[in-house]
């Protein structure tokens, strides 16, 4: 069974502040993709990224950057210099063919970014 | 227009009622999916679908039921609604891929109470 967690339900920061979001996934597929999503107070699930298990290279996107490490199944994510508008709850999830190719989410962080 | 449409945003029904929730969707994608979301939680799967005439269960398919009418078309319904139905309903498409390695692209969101 697949399972992907979430353990900071809640994280508050101040602006320009630099937070990271964990997940941890568990999967006895070879072969999985990992996905990070946002949702905004606004309500609507938008997709930020995807990482392939062969390839363990970070990622960074602007003030986005994702770390990803097979050995400790994780995939993290660090968000530099944090804006209000980074405001939103982070959804972790994991894709793989023993799921039949559907994604497991997690249960999300909640990020606040006080001005 | 949004590439994924859902109908309505916003519904207040009775208990007992029979209610539907539709979703469109214009990027082509063969895989549609609903999901339930409580608040504080993540993303429950209701049910899914790969193509036309492949329907299958999620975790949480009871009380539900769906019918895809066409690549485009998924629909939900609550045969007999009840309060504990009361969530936010998402409706999600993904492209074919292989083992789950598409993102998912949602819908807007329908916010249902049931009273």
């Known amino acids: 069974a697949q399972k992907v967690t979430q353990a900071q339900t809640e994280i508050s920061v101040v602006e320009k502040e630099d937070v990271t979001l964990d997940c941890v996934y568990e999967t006895r597929d070879t072969t999985y993709y990992l996905f990070w999503y946002k949702q905004p107070p606004s309500g609507e699930l938008v997709f930020l990224i995807r990482r392939n298990s062969f390839d363990e290279q970070n990622e960074i996107s602007g003030r986005y950057s994702w770390n990803f490490q097979k050995s400790t199944s994780s995939f993290n994510f660090t968000i530099t210099a944090s804006q209000v508008v980074d405001s939103a709850v982070y959804f972790c999830a994991l894709g793989s063919r023993a799921n039949a190719g559907k994604s497991t989410f997690g249960d999300g962080t909640t990020l606040t970014v006080k001005p | 227009d949004a590439d994924v449409t859902q109908t309505p945003r916003n519904r207040i029904t009775k208990t007992g009622k029979r209610i539907m929730l539709e979703c469109s969707q214009t990027k082509g994608h063969d895989r549609m999916y609903w999901y339930r979301q409580d608040p504080g939680l993540g993303l429950q799967l209701i049910y899914y679908?790969?193509?036309?005439?492949?329907?299958n269960k999620g975790e949480i398919s009871d009380g539900y039921s769906v019918s895809r009418q066409a690549q485009a078309k998924f629909s939900l319904s609550l045969e007999s609604a009840i309060p504990n139905q009361t969530a936010l309903y998402f409706c999600?498409?993904?492209?074919?891929?292989?083992?789950?390695?598409?993102?998912?692209?949602f819908g807007d969101g329908t916010r249902l109470s049931i009273l």
């Open positions: 999600a498409t993904s492209d074919l891929g292989q083992g789950g390695n598409q993102p998912q692209h």
């Open positions: 679908s790969f193509d036309v005439k492949d329907i």
